[in-house]
Structure formats: C-alpha cells, structure tokens
C-alpha cells in the first residue's frame, strides 16, 4: 500500500510540473497577437516543379518487387526530364524475355503510376483512370517517350520491346516492337 502511494504520489508531481510547460505560442500567442496572414492560402498553384526524383522512388516502391505482378521481369526504372527531346523519359528495363503483350502492359501500369504520382505533387492535374488508357492529365500537355529493353542494352535499340513516343494528348495503348 506504501509503494502504491508513493507512486501516485510521484505520478501526480510529474503531472503537475509537466502542466506548466504545455502553453502553446501556437493556439496562445505568447504577445496575443496572431501576426502574419491568419487565413491558410487554399490557392492551386500554378508551375510546380515536379520531383523526378520522388516519382522515381514512389514507382520503384510500388514495380520492383520480386513477388510483384511483374516480379519475373522487372529490374529497375529510371524516370526524368530531358530538355533536348522536351519530353519526359521512362526506360524499363527488363530480365528474361518477356512477350510484348507483357512489356506493353507493364509500360502502362507504370504509366499510370506515373501519372497519379505527379497529381499528387501538383493538384492541377488529375490522375490516371483505372480501366482504358488514360494516363493522367499531365500527358494532355507533355510528351513522353517509353523504352522497355532487356537490362544491359540500353545502347542497342534493336533489343528494344518498347519503344514508343507518346505526343502530349494522345492518350493511347503503347505499341510493342516485337
């Protein structure tokens, strides 16, 4: 009974003293005054630059698994921008050798991918639909262009399953080569 009072005991003074350094300048201003804009800026913006970067991790997170639907091919991805074509490149490349229907498919779905990823770092555009071949509305305005080679022959575009430039709003199905 002794050790339980003595506990309490403590727990209440630790309570108490806790008590005094939970003023927030947040909520309370410790001046009271709130200065600055007191409204949050709810405002789309316009021109945000978007992290190639993250995109990158979020679709690799997503594609390379090895127990993944495309677990059985997939290597790695590189996603970027390149000024000189002024289009947005994503190259896949793949082990094994699969079919084109397969590299077509998983183009897709990471294009798809690709295309929510950046409507949730830029609210101005939509993402991409579920079913069919809408991409995001990212794709309306900008050209891509998607490669799917077997890993190791990047240079040798005669190796290429896919290889297919998409104009900005065309929206379409990707073509295999073989």
Same mark, same amino acid.
């Given at each position: 009974m002794n050790k339980l009072l003595?506990?309490?005991?403590?727990? +209440?003074a630790c309570a108490a003293i806790l008590c005094g350094c939970t003023q927030s300048n947040i909520v309370t201003p410790s001046g009271g005054l709130v200065e600055g804009n007191v409204t949050p800026?709810?405002?789309?913006?316009?021109?945000?630059?978007?992290?190639? $970067?993250?995109?990158?991790?979020v679709l690799r997170d997503e594609f390379i698994q090895p127990y993944g639907t495309y677990g059985d091919?997939?290597?790695d991805l590189s996603i970027g921008w390149d000024d000189d074509a002024d289009a947005l490149i994503l190259r896949l490349p793949v082990t094994g050798n699969p079919s084109g229907d397969?590299?077509?498919s998983y183009a897709q779905d990471v294009l798809k991918a690709c295309g929510d990823e950046i409507a949730v770092q830029d609210f101005s555009y939509t993402g991409s639909e579920e079913e069919g071949t809408y991409y995001g509305s990212y794709f309306d305005t900008h050209? %891509?262009?998607?490669? %799917?080679?077997?890993?190791?022959? $990047?240079?040798? $575009?005669?190796?290429?399953? %896919?290889?297919?430039?998409?104009?900005? +709003?065309?929206?379409?199905a990707l073509t295999a080569l073989k």
């Open positions: 003595k506990l309490s005991l403590t727990f +209440g800026d709810m405002e789309t913006k316009e021109n945000i630059q978007i992290n190639w $970067e993250e995109v990158r991790e091919y997939v290597m397969i590299a077509v050209d %891509v262009t998607v490669q %799917v080679f077997p890993y190791n022959s $990047e240079d040798d $575009e005669s190796t290429y399953i %896919v290889n297919d430039t998409m104009k900005a +709003g065309e929206q379409r």
